[in-house]
């Protein structure tokens, strides 16, 4: 039984090179959801559940090890915790530089930007920072939980 | 034991379904976050962040204390996850 699954699962042409033709576009949409949340429905969560949802597609087409080649398993643990450090870092330093925490006013003395147009990318800098969380949690879910936390194969 | 936890359970359900009569009615205009809060945020949002979608303005400067809080917590999920589940070749042998 186990070996008549591992020959077609992920075997398929079709699959393959469908998924090989989207997983560009979807990383590319996910980018999008996440620097246009300023001006349309969208943000960090979204955007870093679309990034996380292409690498999970190609592990489900191409096999783990494959997904692990474009997203090796130190980078996702470098990235999990980058992404809540920058949230985290943008609000300790705007209170370091004299606002309140997550003030983001308060870093116009180290860019001088304006204060209102640091809001903006404030709000901006801390999407980013979720983004990337929430996609490396997405993958490393999806890794730990079909493989039964070995990492090497899954479904 | 089970029975008090029970109890205790019905009691606090009791005591939170009693505080809801004194909430204000869905959508009332008179409520405290309808008079000042909400007419607040719709009308100084775009000047006061720069920020055309006053959704993404509430979610990442106004309330961005639980937008950071959120990201917290879906990272808590991931470390607990592996904490439980994963493991390594080297170990097994």
Redesign the interface.
């Given at each position: 039984m186990r070996d008549i699954y591992e020959h077609t699962a992920g075997e398929d042409l079709i699959i393959k090179t469908s998924v090989r033709l989207l997983v560009p576009f979807i990383q590319l949409f996910g980018l999008y959801v996440i620097v246009h949340g300023h001006y349309s429905p969208g943000g960090g969560f979204q955007g870093g559940v679309i990034l996380g949802a292409s690498f999970i597609l190609l592990a489900l087409a191409f096999g783990m090890k494959t997904s692990q080649e474009y997203m090796t398993i130190k980078v996702n643990t470098v990235f999990t915790n980058l992404g809540a450090a920058i949230f985290i870092g943008v609000g300790v330093v705007s209170a370091l530089f004299g606002g309140l925490f997550l003030d983001y006013a308060a870093l116009n003395i180290l860019i001088p930007l304006g204060r209102i147009e640091w809001h903006s990318f404030g709000i901006f800098l801390v999407e980013v920072g979720v983004g990337i969380t929430v996609m490396s949690i997405m993958v490393l879910l999806y890794w730990n939980l079909s493989s039964g936390g070995a990492l090497d194969e899954g479904l | 034991m089970k029975n008090l936890a029970l109890l205790a359970t019905l009691l606090t359900g009791a005591l939170l379904l009693y505080g809801t009569k004194d909430f204000p009615a869905w959508g009332d205009p008179q409520s405290p976050a309808s008079t000042y809060l909400s007419p607040h945020y719709i009308e100084e949002a775009v000047?006061?962040?720069?920020?055309?979608?006053i959704?993404?303005?509430v979610?990442?400067?106004y309330r961005?204390?639980d937008?950071?809080f959120?990201?917290?917590v879906?990272?808590c999920?991931?470390m607990a996850?592996?904490s439980?589940?994963?493991?390594n070749?080297d170990e097994e042998e």
């Open positions: - | 000047e006061e962040t720069h920020v055309p979608n959704v993404t303005a979610l990442g400067d961005g204390y937008t950071m959120e990201t917290v879906i990272y999920a991931g996850v592996v439980v589940l994963r493991r070749r």
